[in-house]
């Protein structure tokens, strides 16, 4: 099995800070990409931020310059880094993680629970 579990979200206020973190652990061999999405109600779950093995990342146009992906291959962690935070950004957000199972060699991707952001106005 391989599970990712999410930590560090919570209530902020508009123009604060949030640092959330996902570990993946279990049956891992490699990790590819990573990346964090978010989902609010009646919306499609939509990518924020990503980053791959070599740490090249990518963002949503909506948090460019406030928020940071990166990562900790040593303990298979990735993290989120979000400033300047908006109203907006409240969302229930996922960690996603592309992992080659160190059992059945197989590859898929992999989600958290989910934890809850919101940003009070």
């Known amino acids: 099995q391989v599970q990712l579990v999410e930590s560090g979200g919570g209530l902020v206020q508009a123009g604060g800070s949030l640092r959330l973190s996902c570990a993946a652990s279990?049956?891992?061999?490699?990790?590819?990409?990573m990346g964090w999405y978010r989902q609010v109600p009646g919306k499609q779950r939509e990518l924020v931020a990503g980053?791959?093995?070599?740490?090249?990342?990518n963002y949503a146009d909506s948090v460019k310059g406030r928020f940071t992906i990166s990562r900790d291959n040593a303990k298979n962690t990735v993290y989120l880094q979000m400033n300047s935070l908006k109203p907006e950004d409240t969302a229930v957000y996922y960690c996603n993680a592309n992992v080659r199972r160190s059992d059945t060699w197989s590859r898929g991707d992999y989600w958290g629970q989910g934890t809850q952001v919101t940003v009070s106005s």
């Open positions: 279990g049956r891992i061999f490699s990790i590819n990409n």
């Open positions: 980053i791959t093995s070599g740490s090249q990342t």
